[in-house]
């Protein structure tokens, strides 16, 4: 019974045996990092160079046709034909509808009797001015009984002049019985089927029909897009810069667009100015109402310094990036920065040509680190950082935003 406290207290004592051991190997190996950390860091950086950047506008278009016409019932009545298929081109003057015309071609022949009528009365008050006038001459009736005839004569003459113009009014009516296509484009879906009683009191919208080369893509820009495409209108590079499309699917449009207009005014609500581009449409590819986006050259910056935009750190809005300092040491450095296009950014202010930044992974460097720099292309993707065996990653990471 003496003897069992010393066996209880082994496992103890083995436990305490590896603890120790277990420490001493953790500080062998801080140890370890320690002195590597003394070391430069060899790491990827790129030299910031000078470029003539493009400022290539992007924007969010809809799609309208040149022209669009409404063809709209101009005379009320059943209609009785429908000589079109829907979504199809139809050319200019190309039979459409055809509305009852039995109403309009009785009012054509009341019309045409009537002018028959005082045409025939005319002719003989004609007559018999013609004939009292030389009886007068002649001094065989007095002044008063001539200008009666001659009345006559002229009341017949307004009462054909008005029945002729009736006659022509009705005609016009029965004409509008048969309504046309008013231009070379493609029609619509039917607005009104047939048998319904159209041109009641209104002008019934029976179809649309539509232009569909070219057409027209109308989108706005901002206020400073506009000041900025002004300024460096003179530019002949930009000025002959063709216009792209981008479809929905994401695919590049195959024909590039000019210019058409651009509105009198910027909008003081949106502070935006309306443009409108003309695009080719000959395989009508484009219809009116899809929307697209609208690729321009704005401006052409010269001499700009630029670096990567995987470089670029931004921590609560403010942007910096990580230049090698003169002693190899790292630095964090503000910057301001200007247009983006594709991989690359302008600085405006921080950094100037030549300097080498970090443009790969950030996320395992602080600054004061001292590093070992390799120069990459900027062209290419400058890598990873490459840390030395061990190395913690830092507050550097959560920088990036």
């Known amino acids: 019974m003496t003897k069992s406290p010393k066996f209880r207290y082994v496992p103890y004592l083995t436990l305490f045996v590896f603890t120790a051991l277990f420490l001493t190997g953790c500080g062998g190996d801080?140890?370890?990092?320690?002195?590597?950390?003394?070391?430069?860091?060899?790491?990827?950086?790129?030299?910031?160079?000078?470029?003539?950047?493009?400022?290539?506008?992007?924007?969010?278009?809809?799609?309208?046709?040149?022209?669009?016409?409404?063809?709209?019932?101009?005379?009320?009545?059943?209609?009785?034909?429908?000589?079109?298929?829907?979504?199809?081109?139809?050319?200019?003057?190309?039979?459409?509808?055809?509305?009852?015309?039995?109403?309009?071609?009785?009012?054509?022949?009341?019309?045409?009797?009537?002018?028959?009528?005082?045409?025939?009365?005319?002719?003989?008050?004609?007559?018999?001015?013609?004939?009292?006038?030389?009886?007068?001459?002649?001094?065989?009736?007095?002044?008063?009984?001539?200008?009666?005839?001659?009345?006559?004569?002229?009341?017949?003459?307004?009462k054909v002049n008005e029945n002729r113009s009736q006659v022509e009014n009705a005609r016009i009516q029965l004409g509008y019985t048969k309504v046309y296509s008013p231009i070379d484009g493609v029609i619509g879906r039917m607005q009104v089927d047939v048998g319904n009683l159209v041109g009641q009191n209104e002008s019934t919208l029976l179809a649309t029909v539509s232009t569909v080369d070219p057409v027209y893509v109308s989108f706005s820009i901002s206020e400073t897009d506009y000041v900025r495409a002004s300024r460096d209108r003179n530019s002949k590079e930009t000025r002959n810069t063709k216009i792209k499309m981008i479809l929905a699917d994401g695919s590049e449009y195959p024909h590039n667009g000019t210019f058409s207009m651009v509105d009198r005014a910027v909008d003081p609500q949106t502070g935006t100015l309306g443009i409108r581009v003309s695009f080719p449409n000959p395989e009508g590819m484009l219809r009116p109402g899809q929307y697209a986006k609208v690729q321009v050259l704005i401006e052409r910056v010269r001499d700009a310094v630029v670096v990567p935009v995987r470089g670029i750190i931004d921590v609560q809005g403010m942007k910096s990036i990580y230049k090698v300092g003169e002693d190899s040491k790292l630095v964090n450095q503000p910057v301001e920065l200007g247009l983006e296009q594709g991989d690359l950014v302008i600085v405006r202010k921080g950094i100037k040509a030549g300097d080498m930044v970090v443009a790969g992974d950030i996320r395992r460097i602080r600054p004061g680190m001292e590093v070992k720099p390799i120069v990459v292309p900027m062209t290419k993707p400058a890598g990873e950082a490459v840390p030395v065996e061990g190395q913690n990653a830092t507050d550097a990471g959560n920088k990036e935003g």
């Open 30 to 158: 801080e140890k370890t990092e320690q002195a590597a950390q003394n070391g430069p860091m060899p790491l990827k950086v790129v030299k910031a160079e000078t470029r003539d950047m493009p400022n290539w506008g992007e924007y969010i278009g809809q799609i309208s046709a040149v022209d669009t016409v409404d063809v709209r019932a101009r005379v009320a009545g059943f209609l009785l034909e429908k000589e079109f298929r829907e979504g199809s081109h139809v050319k200019k003057g190309d039979l459409l509808f055809v509305i009852d015309p039995k109403t309009f071609q009785e009012d054509l022949k009341q019309a045409q009797s009537a002018l028959q009528y005082n045409q025939a009365l005319l002719d003989k008050a004609k007559k018999d001015q013609a004939r009292y006038k030389k009886l007068l001459d002649e001094g065989v009736v007095s002044q008063n009984e001539y200008e009666g005839y001659l009345t006559d004569f002229t009341t017949y003459q307004a």
